[in-house]
């Protein structure tokens, strides 16, 4: 993940870049992004932040039970 800050850093960096003859493809290359990458992170003429760390993500159907969580505890160090 790559902080706001950061982006914003990277997206001034590619704007000059751009700014004095460089393809936007080159500009992100040289900054180890992709151009759809810049893309996304300038949709509508504004930075958007990362938004993965805001989800709500439900737990898997898979998922231990708190019961068996600590039993795997237990075995492993016991």
């Not at 790559?2 to 500009?27: H, V």
Request: charged share 30%.
């Amino acid at each position: 993940m790559i902080s706001t800050p950061d982006r914003q850093r990277a997206i001034a960096l590619i704007e000059e870049a751009r700014a004095q003859g460089a393809r936007l493809e080159a500009a992100c290359r040289e900054l180890g992004i992709t151009a759809r990458t810049y893309q996304r992170w300038t949709r509508g003429g504004e930075l958007h932040e990362d938004q993965r760390p805001l989800v709500d993500r439900p737990v898997p159907a898979n998922a231990l039970t708190p019961a068996e969580e600590q039993e795997r505890d237990c075995q492993r160090n016991g």
